[in-house]
């Protein structure tokens, strides 16, 4: 009898296990299947940290790393060389003329043949110009030449208090800045009909050379010589990347026909100069040229990236309902 109770009492438990199997295969058949929801929505039967097995089959590995190729790293870098020899060259000006060596009828000179040279080449460059537009412009270059003009006394005589080694320490640093933050892809001033805006960044970097500029000119000797400085230093600063980001749209072969141009020059310059310093900037072009797109090629192989479900959701809108 005992046997038999026994026997009873296992084969009732095992129909009562079998009843909450169902039940709770049941209950699950009858919830929601679950899915990801966005910003931690709740979903009825789940907690709100459920995952199923289905949550790592999205996972994409480095999906947004671009493979850079060396010789075109290596070509893009030419804008960088190309501007630190623009400075220099803005650099060797204001040393020549502070020396004495570039006197002021040279110096305008200059400016009207950098004015006209620079003009000539975004007309032949942009189609996007007209005759009417050009106009407009060659009248606000000459209300900013007249204004630059009256404002040449106030320049003469601006930091005459302050020691003439704190400026060359001042002007030096500021010029750095200005190489750090400058829009090395583009310019701050762009053709007409272009959407990209100027950042703040490249607009810190505009500001810089235009004080850098006042500093040095503010310790020449006569007002004119700090008219025709501060006139050469603003065509270049303001109007030389615009002719660069010119040339460079028309076409990349002129482009880099005239940053090498540009960069045989100033190390033409720099090297009749002192031999010092054009081992100093020949070491500067080949380190941006070179080394570091070598740099950015080898790093590329430790970059790792992680896309998944656990993303922040991207919400997209219908604006044509």
Known sequence: MDAIALHETQRN????SN??????AQRSEQRQ??????YGGMQPGYDDNYTDESFLEDMVMNANVVKRDFLRVMLDSISISEYLCIVSLVVIVWTHTLSSIIDAATLLSLDA???FSGFAIILLTTSQLSVQLLSHYLLKV???ISGLYILAPIYHTLTRSISSDSIW???????IVHLFLHDYSGCTIRPPGSQNNPTLVSNISLNASIVCSVLVASRLPSRLQVFGVMLFSLEIFLFAPLVAFC?????FKLHLCFSFMIMGVTLGVVYTMHRLLFILLLGLLIFVSVVCPYWLIRIQEY????NGPWDEAKLCFDITE
């Open 13 to 16: 438990l095992c129909q009562e």
């Open 19 to 24: 009843t909450v199997m169902e039940k709770e």
């Open 33 to 38: 299947k679950w899915k990801k929801v966005a």
């Open 113 to 115: 043949i950098l004015l």
């Open 142 to 144: 000459s209300f900013f």
């Open 169 to 175: 320490a001042l002007s030096a640093s500021i010029l």
């Open 247 to 251: 040339i460079r749209q028309y076409s």
């Open 303 to 306: 970059k790792f990236e992680i």
